[in-house]
Nanobody, 124 residues
Framework: QVQLVESGGGLVQAGGSLRLSCAAS????????MGWFRQAPGKEREFVAS????????SYVDSVKGRFTISRDNAKSTVYLQMNSLKPEDTAVYYC?????????????????WGQGTRVTVSS
């Protein structure tokens, strides 16, 4: 089992930036896909971005393409989400997730371990 701890959330004005971090422990993240999901109040948890174990392949939901960048440092067992040009609709709790597999995926069911989430609030 892997433990995931997110950090970096907060309150930011529209157009601003935040960098989320996800530190993993208990099990290696190398060899597995990692992802970020988010859940806004009253909505279902949705996919944001995922990254292959090598970091060479990434996938993004259309609404964040060109604004968010996912990256990873396997030596530090850490995954990052750089969020630029933030919009009020990006407001949500952001969750880091560890995939069950090594194949790049966007499906929530393919992720078996989750962090506790970090809240991002974007004011207009």
């Amino acid at each position: 089992q892997v433990q995931l701890v997110e950090s970096g959330g907060g309150l930011v004005q529209a157009g601003g930036s935040l960098r989320l971090s996800c530190a993993a422990s208990g099990r290696t993240v190398s060899g597995y896909v990692m992802g970020w999901f988010r859940q806004a109040p009253g909505k279902e948890r949705e996919f944001v971005a995922s990254i292959s174990w090598s970091g060479t392949m990434t996938s993004y939901v259309d609404s964040v393409k060109g604004r968010f960048t996912i990256s990873r440092d396997n030596a530090k067992s850490t995954v990052y989400l750089q969020m630029n040009s933030l919009k009020p609709e990006d407001t949500a709790v952001y969750y880091c997730a560890h995939s069950k597999w090594g194949v790049l995926t966007r499906q929530l069911a393919d992720f078996g371990s989750w962090g506790q989430g970090t809240r991002v609030t974007v004011s207009s």
